[in-house]
């Protein structure tokens, strides 16, 4: 006769804690428990399936072992199908409420999703928002991984596992120091780029998409630096390092030292980036997930993507 387990959802929950990261004390934190429950609550779940689920590396914390990342990935779903049975009585009563963790691309994360947030919460008072950056490769992996609900990203290489609803087309553009001899002309060709020193902007996928520009059209670009966040490029670019290609326009025209930044448009047709909305495939979406993305699909449709400009 198989030996019923005495496992608990507390158990399960310490186990996935630690598996996310790497430690006790770091799970510990995060769920505001002592470190001793959460280690007492491993050794019971040891003894309990007769599996070793953590070897303890030398300088490097914890990690699971091959059994244990199996029971890792089913004691993750198994909380996860626990929560949607408060999605499911959320939908019931027709109340929008509990969390919601939205990633949103580095690039766009400070100009829209505090907004989005905001409105969000505004209209959903019993609503929670968390949000978490990141660029497109880590936001598809912690889509996979459960860490986030939604991601607010571009249309970049987005794997069939996954929806992407594309809400709004935005073309690159070149972004130029008010001195740049390219400056004056109210439209730039990308032939006249070539030979001008590019500041580019080195996310993945993102850096593959710009410099594609080029080559759709049998040019090379003169790359002469690579910065990973767009603040250094607009920086680098308004103090004449070079120009910069992007296809998000602040309602600003300044760079964070200060400066003066030129938005110019590129003449002929190129392909856009087109920002959306990334979530798992799933046959279904639980009630916050929804009225989260109604919203920001009405609040686009309504007056754009908020903190850019469309002149």
Not at 7 to 29: F, H, I, K, P
Request: glycine residues 8%.
């Amino acid at each position: 006769m198989t030996k019923a387990r005495r496992l608990t959802l507390r158990q399960l929950e310490y186990m996935v804690a630690v598996g996310d990261a790497n430690s006790v004390l770091a799970a510990a934190e995060r769920l505001n428990v002592s470190s001793s429950s959460i280690s007492a609550a491993i050794s019971h779940l040891e003894a309990e399936l007769g599996v070793q689920l953590f070897v303890r590396q030398h300088a490097r914390g914890l990690h699971l072992t091959a059994g244990g990342q199996r029971i890792f990935k089913e004691a993750k779903h198994i909380l996860q199908s626990v929560a949607s049975l408060g999605d499911v009585a959320n939908d019931i009563v027709e109340g929008v409420r509990g969390r919601i963790t939205v990633g949103c691309l580095v690039t766009l994360a400070p100009i829209v999703s505090a907004a989005l947030r905001r409105s969000f919460v505004d209209q959903h008072p019993d609503a929670e928002v968390v949000m978490r950056e990141g660029d497109q490769t880590e936001l598809l992996d912690m889509l996979a991984r459960a860490e986030i609900d939604i991601a607010i990203t571009y249309d970049l290489e987005i794997p069939g596992e996954y929806e992407f609803d594309g809400l709004i087309s935005l073309p690159p553009q070149v972004i130029l120091a008010p001195g740049h001899p390219l400056a004056n002309g109210a439209e730039i060709d990308l032939a006249d780029l070539c030979e001008e020193p590019m500041v580019l902007l080195d996310l993945p996928l993102s850096s593959d998409y710009f410099l594609s520009l080029f080559h759709n059209q049998g040019l090379r670009a003169h790359v002469a630096e690579r910065v990973a966040n767009l603040s250094s490029l607009r920086s680098l670019v308004a103090n004449g390092f070079g120009y910069g290609l992007i296809n998000v326009r602040t309602k600003t025209d300044l760079a964070p030292d200060g400066e003066t930044l030129v938005f110019r448009g590129l003449k002929g047709e190129h392909r856009p980036m087109v920002c959306g909305l990334a979530t798992v495939r799933s046959d279904y979406k639980s009630r916050i997930i929804t009225a989260f993305a109604e919203h920001v699909r009405d609040r686009v449709a309504s007056s754009g993507l908020p903190g850019m400009s469309w002149r």
